[in-house]
């Protein structure tokens, strides 16, 4: 117990020091050292942690799914009605501003005019 290095240090951790630029610099960018290690070590820990809560969570949204599929069911047939509806509201409206423009492209008019349905049956001669 007489020779124990803890003693020496002790001993030198108390005595003041000439104050040394380079020292300070050193101590200074391996306290930012430090502090950048415990961060990514930090974030690494918390990666593992959320990564295992995410398979977890898929297991369990997995089997609720297979639990309770008979009401999954009505919400996408609903789903696949309301988008067969705005396909045929859209193949509506094509097909009216077909009818508007006078059945061709819709570009020009029969005399090299440009027409322009203004949405209330006429067509607009633009020329």
Not at 33 to 50: A, D, H, N, P
Not at 64 to 93: D, G, Q
């Amino acid at each position: 117990m007489v020779v124990d290095a803890t003693f020496d240090f002790e001993k030198r951790r108390n005595r003041p020091i000439k104050y040394d630029r380079e020292l300070v610099g050193k101590t200074i960018q391996a306290m930012h050292k430090l502090r950048s290690i415990q961060s990514r070590r930090e974030e690494v820990f918390y990666q593992t942690r959320m990564r295992e809560a995410k398979m977890k969570e898929k297991a369990a949204l997995q089997v609720e799914v297979r639990e309770s599929i008979e009401l999954l069911a009505p919400a996408a047939a609903s789903r696949e009605k309301a988008l067969l509806n705005v396909r045929e509201k859209v193949k509506e409206r094509h097909a009216v501003r077909a009818a508007a423009r006078g059945g061709g492209d819709g570009k020009k008019g029969a005399r090299g005019r440009r027409e322009v349905p203004t949405g209330e049956g006429e067509i607009m001669d633009v020329n």
